[in-house]
């Protein structure tokens, strides 16, 4: 357990509510609360127990047990909260007790109980039973061990027997090897003795099968298999009758089916006669009727020959029509052929006059559109060369606006910016000024750093420290447990135990091995060497002495005087600024308008050079136009001399170009509709020599098929007498009866099958009837005889299956039989081992009845207490005095000056006392463990040290400093005693309660 923090409020002295943080208290691991007599300082262990047992030792030990005594007169509730470490657990409890009104006791307590921030109870019985398992210590033991309030400092020396023993049963944790391995014995012994009588139950509930029962009804069942054995050889008999007896009857089944189908087909015959005679007229007719087939197709060929002669004569009558019409059209077409000839030489066209005219209206408009555009670039010239004059005098006035802004700009550029550049280098010295106060301050934030890290580095280092104490123990008090295992060794069987007296030792302990044990001290204590020497390597006086001077030379700079002056630069400089702004955009107006000046003259610049360029093009084109309109005017004079001679107009020549266009339209029109004529003529031409040729052609296609009527006449009368021929031949009297004689393909394929299919069933009928006649012969099986064979093997089979179902049943009861004769024996030999382990309970039971083993124990965990406290007592008395126990576990002083005479405890001086005691105290402290898992870290002692003269005084306290380093202990010294003040690090003052004004208030100092 490590305390962190103590609230409290309203008890005793204690008004207001007060705080002592024991985190800061307990660093330099001894600390004192000090204060004059009365002022509370034990008030503050009550508030301690009071926190975590909901009581106080000193209203506990009274007769009237009354909490509402200690209730502060001005206050209206006690409230005690008490926050501390186990292990790497945080633990906070809580308790509340107000008082009823006009009632001179307290209402409904109330406690709460927080471990790492998460409730875990808030009700009075919970948080108690949370306590009792986290410590796992009385608060009687409590204030034996840890907290020692006044009169109890000699409490645990004076303890004897019983009361003792259950103290050091309780601080060790040995209630499991007492009266919880006691009940876990008598637990395991009644869990043993249900399955015993379980076990007797069922072996009971299986029945009693002796072997006797299984033999007679194996003997019984073999006398069923030699029934089931005689029964089977009769039914094989029988079934070897049965089987020859059954194919006689299904042959003599099999002969009255056939015999019945016989009778079926001899009923057919005279069907399959009548129609075999109309299969073989129907072949006779077949050959008539294929004449008169013949004759009809040639009549067909006839009627077919006769259309086409009609349709072919009236096609060669059409023919001769077209070709007359032709003829007419052609006459009319070479009479309109001979006009257009007449008419074309009536109107003939000189080409040459016609290209001549055309030419000269050509040139003459020619001519006339050069003199239009030469008028228009005259005028184009004059006007682009006014623009040139207006573009250099506006050329002349941009040259002089941009000087002039070249002047304005050089005025400018030419005022003064040192004013402007002081006051820069002024703020950038005072800049590197604030950056070293910023190094300054960060070398601070680093060393405190550095501190921090330090000190975490000491407390997991003497944490670390902590855990191998830890082990150091758990290494020790394996060492102890031991001893029982060696006093194990040498036991024989009927002698009796040293520790228990008994004569029968069942399960010895082997044998441990020593050397493991010391071996692992060595390691730790040699791991403990050198985390003490890390612990040493930290020095932490002189990281705090750098951060001091750094703190030093940091308070030396005046940062607001340096930050002040920085602003009233930044004034200056931004006044400055604001000037030189207003410049710049002076600058920059001017400098925009000189670029503006600049593109003006550079476009100014090009449109004169594209205007000279223009005026150049468009001279060039004036001289080239009246040289093509001089051209053209020779051209007109060469082509058509008589115009131009007679001073003809361009319009005349238009007139007679007109006239002229008009008589060649005229002309081509001629020219094509002879052509057109012409095609007309030949193509009439070709279509009469097309109509003379299918004209010949229809007379040859009509000669043709008048001479294929007659060969078909002809052949029609040869099949008309050779049918006649074959009616007679073959009996028929006319074409009706050869017609109706006559059956279809399909049909008489259909007649010839059903004749050959009943032929076969006929003769296969037969075959089969004489080859069952041979397999019978003689034999003769009725239906009578044959239902009689059915019921005597339905008999036979019904017995053999009755003594099958016996045989089969008997065998299960064997099995059945077997099996739980099996299972009999697999309970009983189970409840023999059963009723064994129950007697080796019970012998447990018996040895460790009367707490003998966990006296024993306790005894050799406290004869190590012992041992510690021997150490420390020697240290303290300069060898004086040392501490034994005798053979009943009472504590006696060694005097090692007086003859190492042993003295009890009652014979010893208040001195004597309190030294022995405190030893004592100490070792027991060290040794605890709460429950069993982490160590305890603190120890409280209230008063006593008045009894010690100044050198004994000086050795306990530094007895007591030595327990910060060698055992991570806490010690907290509550006293009046204002020697130890100046010794102890780390205090607290307590000040006395003043009537009226306030009640006692602590101060850390």
């Not at 006779?284 to 002669?309: G, H, M, P, T, W």
């Not at 076969?760 to 064979?789: A, C, F, G, H, P």
Request: charged share 40%; proline share 1%; net charge negative.
């Amino acid at each position: 357990m490590r305390p962190i923090k103590l609230e409290i409020q309203g008890l005793q002295s204690f008004n207001e509510k007060q705080t002592i943080d024991f985190e800061t208290l307990t660093e330099h691991g001894l600390f004192g609360i000090f204060g004059e007599t009365g002022s509370g300082k034990s008030t503050i262990l009550d508030a301690l127990t009071l926190a975590l047992y909901g009581n106080v030792v000193r209203i506990k030990d009274t007769k009237d047990d009354k909490l509402i005594d200690l209730l502060n007169i001005n206050s209206e509730k006690i409230m005690v909260a008490y926050e501390f470490f186990i292990g790497e657990d945080r633990y906070y409890v809580e308790r509340t007790f107000p008082k009823k009104k006009n009632k001179d006791e307290f209402g409904q307590s109330k406690a709460s109980f927080i471990v790492n921030g998460e409730i875990r109870a808030d009700k009075v019985g919970e948080v108690n039973s949370c306590i009792g398992e986290i410590i796992g210590l009385s608060m009687d033991d409590f204030t034996r061990s840890v907290v020692l309030p006044q009169g109890k400092f000699s409490e645990f020396l004076k303890l004897t027997g019983k009361e003792k023993r259950n103290m050091l049963e309780r601080v060790f944790g040995l209630e499991e090897y007492g009266k919880k391995l006691m009940m876990k014995l008598s637990g395991e012994k009644n869990s043993k003795e249900k399955e015993v009588a379980a076990l007797d139950n069922i072996i009971l509930g299986k029945g009693d099968v002796s072997l006797e029962e299984l033999q007679e009804k194996k003997e019984e069942f073999a006398k069923l298999q030699d029934e089931k054995k005689e029964l089977f050889e009769k039914f094989e008999i029988f079934m070897k009758e049965y089987s020859d007896k059954e194919e006689v009857y299904k042959l003599l089944k099999e002969k009255n089916t056939l015999l019945d189908e016989k009778k079926s087909l001899d009923s057919e015959k005279e069907m399959s006669e009548n129609i075999d005679e109309k299969i073989k007229k129907g072949e006779r007719s077949a050959q008539v009727i294929k004449f008169f087939d013949k004759l009809s197709q040639c009549e067909k060929s006839i009627s077919d020959y006769k259309n086409q002669v009609e349709l072919k004569e009236k096609e060669l009558l059409e023919k001769v029509n077209e070709k007359k019409a032709f003829s007419d059209i052609l006459e009319k077409l070479q009479e309109s052929e001979q006009k257009l000839i007449e008419r074309d030489q009536d109107i003939n066209l000189d080409s040459e006059e016609y290209d001549a005219v055309s030419n000269g209206v050509h040139n003459g408009k020619s001519f006339l559109e050069l003199e239009s555009e030469l008028t228009n670039l005259g005028e184009n010239i004059s006007e682009e060369k006014t623009n040139l004059v207006k573009l250099q005098k506006i050329q002349e006035e941009n040259i002089e606006n941009l000087s002039e802004v070249d002047k304005k700009l050089e005025d400018l550029e030419d005022k003064d910016n040192d004013a402007l550049e002081a006051v820069r280098k002024k703020i950038e010295i005072l800049n590197i000024e604030k950056k070293e106060v910023e190094f300054l301050e960060e070398d601070i934030k680093l060393l405190e750093k550095d501190l921090d890290e330090s000190q975490k580095e000491k407390s997991f280092l003497e944490k670390t420290l902590l855990s191998k104490d830890q082990e150091l123990k758990k290494a020790c008090e394996e060492k102890d447990e031991k001893i029982a295992q060696r006093l194990a060794k040498d036991l024989k069987e009927g002698e009796p135990c040293p520790v228990c007296g008994s004569k029968t030792h069942p399960n010895l302990a082997m044998d441990s091995q020593k050397n493991s044990d010391e071996s692992l001290i060595e390691s730790i204590e040699a791991d403990k060497k050198n985390l003490e020497k890390k612990l040493y390597r930290i020095n932490l006086e002189k990281i705090s002495s750098d951060l001091e001077n750094k703190r030093i030379q940091l308070n030396k700079r005046n940062t607001s005087d340096i930050n002040s002056k920085i602003e009233k630069l930044k004034k200056e400089f931004e006044k400055i600024d604001v000037e030189n702004q207003e410049i710049a955009t002076k600058k920059e107006k001017l400098t925009s308008l000189k670029n503006q000046l600049s593109t003006d003259k550079t476009v100014l610049t090009q449109k004169k050079e594209n205007c000279q360029k223009f005026l150049k093009n468009h001279e060039e084109l004036e001289k080239n136009k009246i040289k093509k309109r001089d051209f053209i005017k020779k051209q007109l004079i060469q082509t058509v001399p008589s115009y131009m001679s007679d001073g003809l107009r361009i319009e005349d020549l238009e007139i007679r170009l007109s006239q002229m266009k008009e008589i060649k339209k005229e002309q081509l029109e001629i020219k094509k509709d002879l052509t057109n004529l012409r095609s007309g003529i030949k193509e009439n031409s070709k279509l009469q020599e097309n109509l003379n040729e299918v004209i010949n052609n229809t007379k040859n296609s009509l000669w043709e098929i008048n001479g294929s009527l007659k060969e078909k006449e002809s052949q029609a009368e040869l099949y008309s007498k050779e049918a006649k021929e074959k009616m007679e031949c073959f009996g028929f009297i006319s074409k009706n009866e050869v017609e109706e004689s006559f059956i279809p393909e399909n049909e008489m394929e259909n007649l010839k099958n059903w004749i050959e299919e009943y032929k076969s069933k006929y003769e296969k009928n037969r075959i089969s009837l004489d080859n069952l006649q041979n397999k019978i012969k003689d034999k003769m099986v009725t239906e009578l005889q044959w239902e009689n064979l059915q019921k005597d093997k339905s008999y036979l089979e019904n017995q053999k299956e009755k003594l099958d179902s016996k045989v089969l049943l008997l065998e299960k009861n064997l099995s059945d039989m077997e099996k739980l004769l099996k299972e009999v024996r697999g309970l009983k030999n189970e409840l023999a081992i059963k009723k064994k382990e129950l007697s080796l309970l019970e012998d447990l039971s018996k040895l460790f009845q009367g707490n003998t083993f966990v006296e024993y124990l306790a005894v050799s965990r406290l004869k190590g207490i012992v041992s510690n406290a021997a150490l420390r007592l020697s240290r303290i008395t300069n060898g004086k005095y040392s501490l034994t126990i005798d053979d009943s576990a009472n504590f006696l002083v060694v005097d090692n000056f007086n003859g190492g005479a042993r003295r009890r405890s009652s014979t010893l001086s208040g001195g004597e006392t309190f030294l022995v005691s405190l030893s004592l105290a100490l070792a027991l402290s060290n040794q605890i463990q709460l429950k069993g898992k982490s160590q305890l870290e603190f120890f409280f002692l209230d008063e006593g040290f008045g009894t010690l003269d100044s050198s004994l005084l000086d050795r306990v306290i530094t007895s007591l400093e030595t327990l910060k380093n060698q055992e991570k202990l806490k010690v907290g010294i509550i006293t009046h005693v204002e020697d130890i003040k100046e010794r102890v690090p780390r205090k607290l003052e307590v000040y006395a309660a003043v009537p009226g004004e306030s009640g006692t208030v602590v101060k850390m100092v």
